[in-house]
């Protein structure tokens, strides 16, 4: 991507093309830039984010959940969460026009992870920026196998629903895990139809309940979700014995600016400061250690 998507504040205007309704708070976007020039150069490394800029309304933040390997378009998963993102649900339309700029952000380190195993752990919203992974290795057989455990509260709050029912079915080596805290009709059926592949309870007990049917020892990890979810992730993935340097995580829920002027993203002590927009959205577990308040 050129540097002038960067550095404006505006961004570059890019049409809705698809508005989907994913849940009842979450929509996802399919957007094309006007520019055909921008649109054919955009690329991206999965876990990286733009801004999503509505003239006089407001911007925010988003993680981009479309793969780099499909080209043409961007998709962006937004949640109804506050006043900008109310105005985006209930007026941005197909064929409504809104500013982009970036990507922004580190990203997963692909190419250090390709050729092994990689599990991905995602709960609620934090589906969304893991899908580029799992879009990404579907088109590109990047990993040598990809699990991925996806915890929720109920089917009804389960994002990508469709996609995650054909990856259910079976496909080469990718292996899908969920687990519900409620288990409402929608649930049901996916027990009735994938029993083995549905845990009732938290994500971590998905994890746990495939222990010994997993190569954690050999795998990379990586995990989104809400902010409480990671100690407790981090905790089961280390007692599974992932190696503390193969653990990655994505914060990009304290970040405002996206270009680190605000200072609403800093995070540590004096000895160990980071801005989430610059030196991530993406760290690991030693940045955690090392960083007071990364995942707190």
């Known amino acids: 991507m050129g540097d002038n998507l960067k550095n404006t504040y505006l961004g570059a205007p890019a049409r809705v093309l698809e508005v989907e309704n994913l849940t009842s708070i979450e929509k996802l976007y399919t957007l094309r830039f006007l520019d055909n020039d921008i649109n ?5 490394i999965p876990g990286q984010f733009v801004m999503f800029n509505v003239p006089g309304i407001g911007e925010f933040p988003v993680s981009i959940c479309s793969s780099p390997t499909r080209t043409g378009y961007l998709q962006l998963c937004i949640r109804r969460a506050g006043r900008v993102t109310k105005y985006v649900h209930e007026n941005i339309v197909e064929g409504s026009i809104v500013y982009i ?5 580190n990203g997963f380190p692909l190419e250090e992870m ?3 195993p990689i599990v991905l752990v995602a709960g609620g919203l934090g589906m969304a920026p893991l899908r580029s992974i799992l879009l990404y290795h579907l088109d590109t057989q990047h990993f040598s196998d990809l699990y991925l455990f996806y915890g929720v509260r109920n089917y009804e709050l389960m994002l990508f629903k469709r996609e995650i029912k054909t990856l259910l079915r079976g496909y080469h080596n990718m292996h899908v895990y969920l687990s519900f805290e409620d288990i409402d ?3 049901r059926e996916l ?6 592949s549905i845990v009732r309870g938290m994500v971590t007990d998905a994890l746990e309940v495939l222990r010994g049917s997993v190569p954690f020892e050999e795998s990379y990890a990586v995990m989104c979700g809400p902010p409480v979810m990671y100690k407790f992730v981090v905790k089961k993935l280390l007692d599974l014995k992932v190696r503390p340097d193969r653990i990655y995580m994505t914060l990009e829920r304290r970040m405002k600016c996206g270009m680190g002027k605000c200072g609403h993203c800093i995070v ?8 989430v927009c610059l030196d ?6 030693w940045d955690v250690l090392s960083t007071k308040g990364l995942i707190e």
Do not use: E
């Open 268 to 275: 540590g002590t004096s000895t160990s400061i980071k801005y």
């Open 185 to 187: 009709r929608g649930a």
């Open 101 to 105: 700029r970036g990507p922004y952000g």
């Open 280 to 285: 991530g959205p993406v760290f690991t577990y």
């Open 114 to 116: 390709k050729n092994s």
């Open 191 to 196: 027990i009735r139809l994938y029993r083995k």
């Open 40 to 44: 054919n150069k955009f690329t991206f």
